[in-house]
């Protein structure tokens, strides 16, 4: 089956900087790439994904890159806020039109973003 | 629109009780799933239901879970008995599949703890 590593576990940035998660999956057959933001007692909420077919998506202040070849991608927030704080978690799935598809998650890198 | 519902929040219980957690999918979405999330973890898919029907349930223990998803609308998924690793949080999520998009859309969650 599919395993998906997420690095780092935790990760501590000053508000405004930059922060970066890394994963990678070992299914050359997984398609679909999506990120979730998980707030403490709340579910997973998604937040960007891409698709195989492409390398890169952005949307304001994330962006996520994709390599296939070497099968990983990241995870990119810029000018973070306080409010970015939370658990963060990768996933990679076989994703088709016609059917539902398993999510296979990282373990999650915990986010703390200080003023 | 209102997301996935997910009853009860939290769920304390002795080990070898039953229990049982309940879950209502965004209107309209056709296919369910059910995600265990241990502490520090990411989620792992227990079930997946199309519409009625269980189409991926070969990660759910057969001997002491049970789901059902009666009418292909709201879902419930049952322990009996319990065990002590079993505490977790049980996420629901659904997704429309066929209809253009198919994100999954998580829950809340069902804290249980066994005791």
């Known amino acids: 089956g599919e395993n998906v590593e997420q690095h780092p576990s935790t990760l501590s940035v000053q508000e405004g900087d930059s922060a970066v998660i890394k994963c990678t999956y070992s299914?050359?057959?997984?398609?679909?790439f999506p990120w979730y933001k998980q707030e403490l007692g709340k579910g997973p909420q998604l937040i960007i994904d891409?698709?195989?077919?492409?390398g890169e998506k952005k949307d304001q202040r994330i962006a996520v890159t994709l390599n296939k070849t070497a099968k990983h991608f990241s995870l990119h927030i810029t000018e973070t806020q306080p409010e970015d704080s939370a658990v963060y978690f990768c996933?990679?799935?076989?994703?088709?039109?016609?059917?539902?598809?398993?999510?296979?998650f990282g373990k999650g890198t915990s986010l703390l973003v200080t003023p | 629109e209102a997301g996935v519902v997910q009853s009860p929040r939290y769920k304390i219980i002795e080990k070898k009780q039953p229990v049982a957690f309940w879950c209502n999918p965004i209107?309209?979405?056709?296919?369910l799933y059910w995600y265990l999330q241990n502490l520090g973890q990411g989620p792992e898919l227990l079930i997946r239901y199309e519409n009625e029907e269980a189409v991926d349930d070969s990660q759910l223990p057969k001997d002491r879970f049970s789901a059902e998803r009666l009418k292909g609308v709201d879902s419930t998924l049952k322990i009996q008995p319990a065990e002590l690793g079993d505490s977790a949080v049980y996420l629901c999520a659904s997704s429309l599949v066929g209809g253009g998009t198919d994100t999954q859309y998580f829950g809340p969650g069902t804290r249980l703890t066994v005791l």
């Open positions: 996933a990679a799935s076989r994703r088709n039109s016609n059917s539902g598809y398993a999510l296979n």
């Open positions: 209107s309209g979405h056709n296919t």
């Open positions: 299914d050359s057959a997984s398609n679909y």
């Open positions: 891409i698709r195989s077919n492409v």
